[in-house]
């Protein structure tokens, strides 16, 4: 929102760390492909690569339903017994079941990431026959997860049609076409719990900065965590918390769609950190992903499939620090490029207190 100074800022580990404004767009206007509305979002994409979604509206509703169902799912899966939550493992890099600490966590080298998750992949709720763990498997959970997808799915393909038309794209150019239903791709719904740092230990926090890999992504969560580095007008700015509202959605700008409109539209780089660490956080991120075969140039300048740069970047994700570290460097940042540190001054990471001894 070419805005270089926060209006807004909120204590955080003992400092003030800016808030963040962002576009709200009123998907209901966006429904009927309003040309203001559509003019708003495409100047979003083009100069934030983020901004939340207005869901309060008759159709819009539907969704924020289906999200408090979805929790309650959420809320019995994640009390399940590992063994149980685990039963297929991580089946492929969309799809299965991820243990806390898989992954390089909110502070970089030397941190884990401090979440579990599970991911229900798109095709395989199309086809009938989602492999998800037992605790989740009835048929009123599978049909659950179906209406979210499906809700989800609306949504990003109702944004996805605004930005082809703001960018005047016609027939087979429309993002639309390279997004379609029946054709393999690795979209798919996350869901996602953060514990707080006494139960995961101090060096397994948060999420670590990247920008998603997927074309769109429709982010929900009500607690406070998520950050983002706004690209600013001159350079990167620094991280700061994005706040989040009652009935909307964040909705990130990926890598892929930053690819297929020409490098035009920003990826958000974002992260999240506890913002209180004693929280039980949770999110559920719903990744639109272009058909596996669809052809980009990357951001190394690569001819790159959709599915090749999913894979790498997951890989890249998951790999420990030293490996990601010789990765191509835009990868983790789909080619973004920033000016500073994230935080002005070292972060201290939320350490448990020490357990006192009994007097
Ligand atoms: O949990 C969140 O709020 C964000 C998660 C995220 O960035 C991701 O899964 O790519
Ligand atoms: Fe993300």
Not at 102 to 114: I, M
Not at 205 to 229: A, C, E, M, N, Y
Not at 259 to 283: L, N, W
Request: proline share 7%; with cysteine.
């Amino acid at each position: 929102m070419a805005q270089t100074k926060p209006e807004k800022t909120v204590e955080w580990q003992g400092r003030q760390v800016p808030v963040w404004p962002m576009r709200t767009i009123n998907y209901d206007l966006l429904l009927s492909q309003d040309p203001e509305e559509v003019d708003k979002v495409l100047k979003a994409c083009l100069e934030d690569g983020y901004f939340q979604l207005n869901l309060d509206s008759i159709d819009g509703r539907r969704m924020l339903e289906d999200r408090e169902q979805l929790l309650k799912l959420m809320n019995r899966f994640f009390d399940a017994p590992l063994e149980k939550k685990n039963e297929y493992g991580l089946i492929d890099s969309h799809l299965g079941y991820e243990p806390v600490g898989n992954r390089t966590g909110a502070f970089g080298a030397g941190s884990k990431d401090g979440y579990e998750m599970l991911k229900v992949s798109r095709d395989e709720i199309q086809q009938g026959s989602p492999r998800v763990p037992s605790p989740i498997k009835n048929s009123g959970d599978l049909h659950q997860l179906e209406q979210v997808i499906g809700s989800c799915n609306t949504i990003t393909k109702v944004i996805l049609a605004a930005l082809s038309t703001g960018l005047g794209l016609a027939g087979k150019d429309r993002f639309e076409n390279s997004h379609r239903n029946d054709r393999p791709s690795a979209t798919t719904l996350s869901m996602m719990h953060y514990l707080p740092a006494e139960v995961t230990g101090q060096h397994k926090v948060g999420h670590q900065k990247h920008t998603d890999i997927s074309s769109l992504t429709l982010l929900f969560s009500d607690q406070w965590g998520l950050q983002v580095r706004p690209p600013g007008e001159c350079g990167a700015l620094e991280m700061g918390f994005v706040e989040p509202k009652k009935n909307c959605a964040f909705v990130h700008v990926g890598d892929s769609l930053r690819f297929a409109s020409g490098m035009k539209f920003q990826s958000c780089i974002h992260r999240v950190v506890p913002f209180d660490p004693t929280e039980h956080r949770y999110s559920i991120a719903y990744f639109l992903r272009a058909e596996d075969d669809t052809m980009f140039m990357d951001s190394e300048g690569r001819y790159v499939t959709a599915k090749d740069w999913h894979d790498q970047k997951f890989k890249a994700f998951t790999d420990p620090w030293f490996y990601q570290a010789q990765a191509p460097k835009t990868m983790i940042l789909g080619g973004m490029i920033e000016a500073g540190a994230d935080d002005p001054e070292p972060v201290a990471a939320y350490a448990p207190p020490p357990v006192q001894a009994p007097a």
